[in-house]
């Protein structure tokens, strides 16, 4: 159930947005769909090229499946697009993937419904098992890895530019990668090494520092087993409640969790309602999961996950007697791209084990799949512009990774007055995964981007929307751009999303 969970929030993403405007007066193709097939691009062959009837929700779409080798490497990269009869808005979108999974056929949907000619590329591989990192003599596919982690989605990029301007006799007037997870490294990516590829991207919970953040990921199931402590799910909820309460949390969400300094020791003796005594090994063990990867002589690896957010995401446990459940992306990075050895048994992982393990993927995988690259100036000088949002109780990658980046990028890029002008990162209280979580969820974030790129107006904050226990949505309080926190202005209702604005600090 878990991982299941985590692909369908990986693929959803924030809410979704209306049609955009279109740029061109007259959106009618220049072909029939049936013709892409006879489109010659290199090193590539479109399979199949046919209209797909409209619904009530959205045009006829011209469905175009395509296939990119790298000679003589033998990879196939599959491409999905999908093109408007009716109704382009003159746009190009791009959409991410999640886990190991590059993308599908099915993502396309949603933004060719609101008039973008969409692409999606499964980057080299069928599902979102990582097993494609090994060739069949169980030694490391390079070509494979490359694709997924960078090659895929530009070549994706690329063949559904040209053969968007093939259909409709004119290109895209300006291009948009949304993705969130993985999809959110894809767009990070694309603006690290592809500059030219897109006008704007929004990069959700972005997987950077994949290398370092995947390995860290073991971290919570290695706390539990050199413990001899599998801590049930239900302690977990309890502490995550425990510290939100005791830093006072409005509704479950922590504003800024890390000013919260709750030390689960305080439910040490206490009894958990279905869930037994609460232990003062139970305490360590959440201490350590909040505290982060470490070496064994203390020193930092990786960023721990937030007090309030759901631990048993990277710290799954489950079955009688309780036994650890880990993070199926985190084992099976191991598995396939350390260890080389699909039968490994992640229970052998010992504390100097793990850290060598570190080391190695960092070095081994930092420079292909990283994605921690802060030199933007290729994307900056061509005008480029990047919204990153991360929800602070993300349950699957530690929020602090997108801080890190953001503040590098900073840095390296001329100080915060200066990357204010294409990049803006914005953190979501209570906010889960890509979504979830008891925090308003953020809303019309890829419309920000579109307003900034072709109207030159930088988002001062985001919109977010509350749901209600019927499901109806209500306004919630913005989203600043870091480091700014929403600000209530003293008048009128506190839950009203009017009443607040994002001063400098």
């Known amino acids: 159930?878990?991982?299941?969970?985590?692909?369908?929030?990986?693929?959803?993403?924030?809410?979704?947005?209306?049609?955009?405007?279109?740029?061109?007066?007259d959106t009618k193709p220049a072909r029939t769909c049936e013709s892409l097939t006879?489109?010659?691009?290199?090193?590539?062959?479109?399979?199949?090229?046919?209209?797909?009837?409209?619904?009530?929700?959205?045009?006829?779409?011209?469905?175009?499946?395509?296939?990119?080798?790298?000679?003589?490497?033998?990879?196939r990269v599959r491409i999905f697009l999908a093109l408007p009869e009716t109704g382009w808005n003159g746009r190009f979108q791009g959409a991410g993937g999640g886990g190991f999974m590059g993308g599908n056929a099915t993502a396309v949907n949603a933004p060719?419904?609101?008039?973008?000619?969409?692409?999606?590329?499964?980057?080299?591989?069928?599902?979102?098992?990582?097993?494609?990192?090994?060739?069949?003599?169980?030694?490391?596919?390079?070509?494979?890895?490359?694709?997924?982690a960078y090659l895929g989605i530009h070549e994706m990029t690329e063949t559904g530019k040209a053969l968007t301007e093939a259909y409709y006799g004119k290109p895209a007037r300006y291009s948009y990668f949304n993705g969130c997870s993985t999809g959110g490294r894809q767009g990070l990516m694309e603006a690290q090494r592809y500059p030219a590829d897109y006008d704007g991207i929004l990069a959700g919970a972005p997987a950077v520092n994949w290398s370092k953040f995947v390995a860290a990921s073991m971290w919570g199931e290695m706390a539990m087993q050199n413990a001899k402590d599998f801590v049930p799910q239900c302690k977990f909820a309890a502490a995550s409640a425990a510290a939100a309460a005791a830093c006072g949390a409005t509704d479950g969400v922590l504003s800024d969790p890390r000013s919260c300094k709750y030390d689960p020791q305080a439910l040490a003796g206490s009894s958990i309602a279905n869930c037994?005594?609460?232990?003062?090994?139970?305490?360590?063990?959440?201490?350590?999961?909040?505290?982060?990867?470490?070496?064994?002589?203390?020193?930092?690896?990786?960023?721990?996950?937030?007090?309030?957010?759901?631990?048993?995401?990277?710290?799954?446990?489950?079955?009688?007697p309780l036994a650890g459940r880990p993070f199926s992306v985190s084992l099976e990075w191991f598995k396939y791209f350390l260890v080389q050895n699909p039968q490994w048994d992640w229970t052998t992982l010992t504390a100097g084990a793990f850290e060598q393990y570190f080391g190695q993927s960092a070095e081994e995988f930092g420079a292909v799949i990283g994605t921690d690259n802060p030199n933007l100036s290729?994307?900056?000088?061509?005008?480029?512009?990047l919204v990153v949002w991360h929800g602070w109780a993300d349950q699957l990658i530690p929020s602090?990774?997108?801080?890190?980046?953001?503040e590098r990028v900073q840095k390296q890029m001329g100080g915060p007055e200066a990357t204010a002008g294409f990049v803006r990162l914005f953190m979501a209280p209570g906010v889960g995964h890509c979504s979830g979580g008891p925090g308003p969820q953020p809303a019309g974030a890829l419309d920000a981007v579109v307003t900034w790129v072709e109207q030159g107006k930088a988002p001062d904050a985001l919109r977010t929307l509350k749901r209600g226990p019927a499901g109806a949505t209500t306004p919630g309080r913005p989203l600043c751009p870091y480091p700014l926190v929403p600000k209530y202005n003293g008048t009128g209702g506190a839950d009203d999303a009017s009443n607040y604005s994002c001063p400098a600090q």
């Open 378 to 385: 290729g994307f900056r000088d061509r005008g480029g512009k």
């Open 1 to 25: 159930m878990r991982a299941k969970w985590f692909l369908a929030a990986l693929l959803a993403g924030p809410m979704a947005a209306q049609p955009f405007s279109p740029l061109f007066p």
């Open 276 to 320: 037994g005594e609460f232990t003062a090994a139970d305490a360590e063990v959440i201490r350590k999961i909040w505290q982060g990867a470490r070496r064994s002589d203390g020193s930092f690896l990786w960023y721990g996950m937030q007090r309030g957010a759901d631990l048993s995401g990277l710290a799954g446990s489950g079955g009688a």
């Open 38 to 75: 006879t489109v010659s691009l290199p090193d590539t062959t479109v399979e199949s090229a046919a209209l797909d009837p409209a619904t009530a929700n959205r045009p006829a779409l011209c469905r175009v499946a395509a296939v990119v080798t790298h000679p003589p490497a033998g990879d």
């Open 400 to 406: 602090e990774g997108s801080i890190d980046y953001y």
């Open 112 to 148: 060719a419904a609101q008039g973008f000619a969409a692409g999606a590329t499964d980057t080299g591989h069928d599902g979102g098992s990582g097993s494609f990192a090994l060739d069949q003599n169980n030694r490391l596919n390079w070509m494979a890895i490359r694709d997924n």
